[in-house]
C-alpha cells in the first residue's frame, strides 16, 4: 500500500465497491427470477448513499492536482479512466455480443457498441463519469468561479427533477454535487474520521440514529424524493465515513480496506463472473433467491481480486488493470512509477 493511502478512506471505497456489486448482482438475479428476495431490503436501505458517498470520496484528494497544468491533468483524470473505459467495454462487448445479436441484429450490435462511447455503458458509467467530473471542477477553479456557487448549482441540479434519459446529462445532475462536496469539505471530512475515533460511543449513537431515520424514510417511499435524496446522500456519506473509522480503530476487516484500495479492479471486472454465477445458480434452483443473491454478490466481489493476484504472480495481463506507456500523453508517463492498479 502506497505511503500515501489513507486507511478509513480506503475501507470506506471497500463498503461502497461491495454496496456497488450486490445492487447489480441482487437485481440482476431478481430481474431473471421474477421475483424479489431477502436481499433486496439491503439494496433498497444502501440506495441514498451508495453512489453518493463512492463519489464523494473520489472528490477527496482532488486539491492535491486541481492546480496541475493542463495536459498532466488530463493524462491523469481523463486519460487515466478513458483508457479502462474503452478496454473494458470492448471486453464486456464482446461478451455480450452474442446476446445482442440474437436479441437484435448484427449492425444493431455495432451501433451500440460505437454509441456507448458517448452514452455509458451498463456498469461502467462511473469510470466514464469521474472524468466530466474532474474537467468541470478543474475549469470552474481555474475560472475563479465561487466553490460556494459551484456547490449551490449542483446541489439544484441534484434537487431538479432531471430525467432526460440521457445517462450522461442525468448522472451529472444527480451525483455531481457529492464529488465537488468531497473536494471543497476535505478538510472538516477528514476532521469528522477523526472525531469519530475518539468518541466510539457518540458516533455509535449517530449510526443508530442515521439508520432508523434512513431506513423509514426508504421503507416509507420517500427517500427519491427532491430534497431529501440530497440530505440521504450526504447522511448515508457521513454515516459511511464514521463506519470506516470505526472499523479502522477497531483492527478488524481488515479485507474492506484491501477491497477498497483495489476497487476499480474490482469494478471493472466483476460484471463476467456476477453473470455466470447468476446463470448457474438460476438453473440449479437450489437455493432461494436472497441466499442466490448473496452467493453471487460473494463471488462477482471476490473474483477480480483473484484475478488481480494471479496477474500479480504470473505478470501476465497487467493492461488490463494498468496502463501501459503507449496510453499516457506524451510527456507524462515517468517520475514516480506510475505503473500501478487503476485507481
Not at 186 to 198: G, S, T, Y
Not at 220 to 235: E, F, R, T
Not at 308 to 334: D, E, H, V
Request: proline share 3%; with cysteine.
Amino acid at each position: 500500500m502506497s505511503a500515501s493511502r489513507v486507511d478509513w478512506v480506503d475501507t470506506a471505497k471497500g463498503i461502497c465497491i461491495i454496496f456497488v456489486v450486490m445492487m447489480h448482482s441482487v437485481l440482476g438475479v431478481e430481474a431473471a427470477a421474477g421475483q424479489t428476495g431477502w436481499m433486496h431490503v439491503v439494496v433498497a436501505f444502501a440506495a441514498p448513499f451508495r453512489m453518493p458517498d463512492f463519489f464523494l470520496i473520489s472528490g477527496l484528494f482532488l486539491s492535491n492536482v486541481i492546480t496541475r497544468d493542463w495536459k498532466l491533468y488530463l493524462d491523469r483524470k481523463v486519460v487515466h479512466f478513458a483508457y479502462f473505459y474503452v478496454l473494458w467495454m470492448t471486453i464486456q462487448f464482446l461478451v455480450k455480443a452474442p446476446v445482442f445479436i440474437e436479441e437484435t441484429s448484427v449492425r444493431a450490435t455495432v451501433e451500440l457498441y460505437f454509441l456507448s462511447f458517448i452514452e455509458p455503458f451498463g456498469t461502467l458509467w462511473f469510470i466514464y463519469m469521474l472524468p466530466v467530473f474532474f474537467v468541470v471542477s478543474k475549469v470552474a477553479h481555474d475560472k475563479g468561479v465561487p466553490w460556494q456557487l459551484v456547490l449551490a448549482v449542483g446541489a439544484l441540479l441534484q434537487i431538479a427533477p432531471i430525467h432526460t434519459g440521457w445517462l450522461l446529462v442525468d448522472e451529472f445532475a444527480a451525483r455531481f454535487v457529492f464529488f465537488y462536496a468531497g473536494f471543497v469539505f476535505a478538510p472538516q471530512i477528514f476532521a469528522l474520521a477523526d472525531w469519530a475515533r475518539e468518541r466510539i460511543g457518540i458516533s455509535l449513537a449517530c449510526l443508530l440514529v442515521w439508520g432508523l431515520v434512513n431506513g423509514t424514510l426508504v421503507y416509507a417511499g420517500w427517500a427519491h424524493l427532491p430534497v431529501i435524496a440530497l440530505v440521504l446522500g450526504a447522511a448515508g456519506a457521513g454515516a459511511i465515513i464514521l463506519t470506516s473509522a470505526l472499523i479502522v480503530k477497531w483492527g478488524r476487516l481488515g479485507f474492506l480496506q484491501h477491497f477498497g484500495e483495489n476497487s476499480i479492479v474490482i469494478y471493472l471486472a466483476f460484471f463476467f463472473p456476477m453473470g455466470v454465477t447468476r446463470v448457474i445458480l438460476l438453473k440449479l434452483g437450489i437455493l432461494d433467491i436472497g441466499t442466490t443473491s448473496l452467493i453471487v454478490t460473494l463471488v462477482a466481489s471476490v473474483s477480480p481480486m483473484i484475478l488481480f493476484w494471479l496477474i500479480r504472480r504470473t505478470n501476465i495481463g497487467w493492461f488490463l488493470f494498468r496502463r501501459p506507456a503507449w496510453a499516457y500523453l506524451s510527456g507524462t508517463f515517468g517520475g514516480k512509477r506510475q505503473a500501478q492498479a487503476a485507481e
